[in-house]
């Protein structure tokens, strides 16, 4: 069988608690190749951040398989995850997640610390690529939250992952702070030739998705192959 | 700098909570500490106690301990050489009714000794020396102590050497019963001398403390050398020190019994006023150890709280770490640097304020007045006391975030409460 750089094949995740059990996702599959920008989309509760955090290795699978990179991440331990999402993985959150008594400079070397390698240049450059270069010395709080989604996306960036995963990154922002986030985020990956997967319910992203998977329930209703995909492969 | 930030910054309104945590912890570290201190005093004393009382020792002393041999004190009379008080220990009846246990000779005598042309009191004692060397005090000025092959030779006190005259190597005479002279030599002088039993002084002699009713001054000899002088190998008094304190009632018994016939001697211990003691020290150790668990367990409880709260909202902190490629134990580091530096830094400064503020001595309350006034101590048992109530109360607080950080999925920990 054809391996795509991420494989997720037949996955489920169901979360139990006392009082009840809620099925979170059922029997998804995705081949992603790699440098391929794929559009996760589907009502609140549909599963798109649960197969997110699974990709990432931050949550295990109850069934099924998730191979990134020949690896089988559903299975790794808990300090070798740790590993793979330092060296492959970039993650956007739609709460940004950055640490409040850092500033925006200290945020983004954080994957590098985690790595064993400090590079301050490489940390300005991002935060120049992201234009918060005379930001890099504000704390989180003193910043507005595009710019603080723009901070994540240059900490995601951090170590060059080779998978940039994105959940409603937008979803906390005003309608010009998305547009600015979602221009970074494609362009970035574009750029660098990053396989991106994207959790979002902005309609516009579909337009520059490679690939489109609908969930509903924890379903996968729909894959589609967009038809603008090849045109943006001309492009890069 | 960034770990500095990570550990130590960003607690905004939980930094209240945070020095409130460290003040409650501190005041518990000073009071648990202030109590433990008093029962390691108490404890030290009960050590002097035992050290001192020898609760595993037992008297038995003839009605006067001392047989006394008159000489005429002027004229030209031959020295009287009457035995005046009896009865005597028989030594072979007191080792049957020992048994087992040490029995520790002495012959306690009391001679006029010709010096020049007057008479001196002097106090003789005829001991078992490898043995009362470690019952007794003897503080060699000059000279060695007695070894149990020497005969005829005597160590004595300053006082007693300045009234007779002599030094080591010289020698000074004693009569015997039998009416014939022994010359003792003179191998050490004692500038101190602590004898355990010492019979009352009450007779005018050359005196190390002159104040003392007990005798604090005298010649001593190997019991062998006694007997010569004395003419029989009757004991004046003598110790029985029992293999283990706890059978030292039954000990006291046995000689009672042996002896109950014998309304001249006397069978006396101390065990029974050590057992007071014991039982002040019991007293002592479960009242400040109730004050000190109680303390513990309620202000540590709060305190423990206190950081619990802080730890939850710090939690998603430490999984964004872990999720942005920190292993899961270094994710948590920040945390447990932060526990370890507020919980011993309280402890230390609570530590240092009971060692500043508890009186030196502290007065039992009346009750436990048998153990007299303690010295509060601190010492290491305090000190690692202090340091497993640190080390409990962050593990308690701690303890469920670091099983949530590394049983839980990260992502659970992600997408639970605000930044």
Not at chain 1, 49 to 62: E, S
Not at chain 1, 113 to 122: C, P
Not at chain 1, 175 to 202: C, D, F, I, P, Y
Not at chain 2, 142 to 152: I, S, T
Request: charged content about 20%.
């Amino acid at each position: 069988m054809n391996q795509g750089f991420v494989s997720v094949r037949s996955v489920s995740k169901t979360y139990r608690s006392d009082s009840s059990t809620v099925g979170a996702l059922c029997e998804v599959s995705l081949e992603i190749e790699k440098g391929e920008f794929v559009r996760l989309s589907g009502p609140s509760g549909s599963g798109k951040t649960t197969l997110l955090n699974l990709v990432a290795a931050l949550d295990r699978p109850d069934q099924g398989e998730i191979f990134v990179a020949g690896t089988d991440v559903g299975r790794l331990s808990g300090s070798r995850a740790s590993k793979y999402r330092a060296e492959q993985v970039g993650m956007v959150f739609q709460s940004y997640n950055l640490i409040p008594q850092l500033t925006a400079l200290e945020n983004v070397l954080l994957p590098m610390i985690a790595l064993g390698h400090t590079n301050r240049d490489r940390a300005r450059e991002l935060l120049d690529l992201v234009g918060l270069t005379d930001r890099s010395n504000h704390n989180p709080s003193q910043l507005s939250g595009g710019e603080q989604q723009r901070v994540a996306i240059a900490r995601a960036l951090a170590n060059d992952p080779a998978l940039l995963l994105a959940d409603e990154p937008t979803g906390n922002l005003d309608e010009q702070s998305a547009e600015r986030v979602m221009r970074l985020l494609t362009s970035a990956v574009r750029e660098r030739g990053s396989t991106l997967l994207l959790a979002t319910h902005a309609r516009e992203t579909a337009e520059m998705a490679d690939k489109c998977l609908e969930l509903r329930g924890g379903v996968a209703i729909s894959v589609r192959q967009m038809s603008c995909s090849d045109d943006l492969r001309s492009s890069r | 700098m960034i770990w500095m930030k990570l550990t130590f910054g960003g607690f905004g309104r939980r930094f209240v909570e945070a020095i409130a945590a460290g003040i409650v912890l501190a005041v518990t570290a000073a009071t648990v500490a202030a109590s433990l201190m008093v029962v390691e005093g108490a404890r030290n004393t009960l050590t002097r106690a035992v050290r001192q009382d020898r609760p595993d020792l037992v008297e038995v002393k003839s009605r006067f301990n001392r047989a006394l041999f008159e000489t005429p004190r002027s004229g030209n009379l031959p020295p009287l050489t009457i035995p005046v008080y009896e009865p005597l220990i028989d030594p072979a009846e007191l080792e049957a009714a020992a048994g087992d246990n040490q029995v520790v000779k002495r012959q306690s005598l009391f001679r006029n000794v010709v010096t020049g042309d007057s008479f001196l009191n002097i106090y003789i004692f005829g001991i078992d020396s490898d043995v009362e060397r470690d019952l007794s005090g003897f503080s060699l000025a000059r000279g060695r102590f007695l070894e149990k092959e020497d005969r005829a030779a005597t160590v004595l006190d300053q006082a007693s050497a300045r009234a007779l005259g002599v030094d080591v190597g010289g020698s000074f005479p004693v009569r015997k019963a039998d009416g014939t002279d022994q010359q003792l030599t003179v191998i050490g002088i004692l500038d101190k001398l602590e004898l355990r039993g010492a019979p009352p002084r009450t007779a005018e002699a050359p005196s190390l403390r002159p104040a003392s009713t007990v005798v604090s001054s005298g010649a001593f000899v190997n019991i062998q050398t006694s007997e010569d002088i004395f003419g029989r190998d009757s004991l004046t008094d003598a110790l029985v020190v029992a293999k283990y304190a706890s059978e030292t009632p039954a000990l006291v018994a046995k000689l009672q019994e042996a002896f109950r016939l014998e309304p001249g001697i006397f069978v006396t211990e101390r065990y029974t006023q050590y057992q007071r003691k014991v039982r002040d020290f019991d007293l002592t150790l479960a009242l400040f150890s109730a004050v000190s668990i109680a303390t513990a367990l309620l202000a540590g409880s709060f305190a423990a709280n206190l950081l619990h709260d802080i730890y939850f909202e710090r939690r998603r902190q430490y999984a964004t770490l872990i999720a942005v490629g920190f292993p899961p134990g270094m994710g948590i580091v920040p945390a447990i640097i932060f526990g370890l530096v507020l919980g011993l830094g309280a402890v230390v400064t609570g530590g240092l304020a009971a060692r500043a503020l508890v009186p030196r001595t502290f007065a039992m309350p009346s009750l436990m007045a048998d153990l007299g006034p303690t010295e509060p101590t601190i010492d290491w048992l305090v000190a690692s006391s202090l340091g497993a109530i640190a080390i409990a109360a962050i593990s308690v607080s701690l303890g469920p975030t670091i099983v949530r950080l590394l049983r839980e999925p990260v992502a659970a920990n992600l997408s639970e409460g605000s930044p």
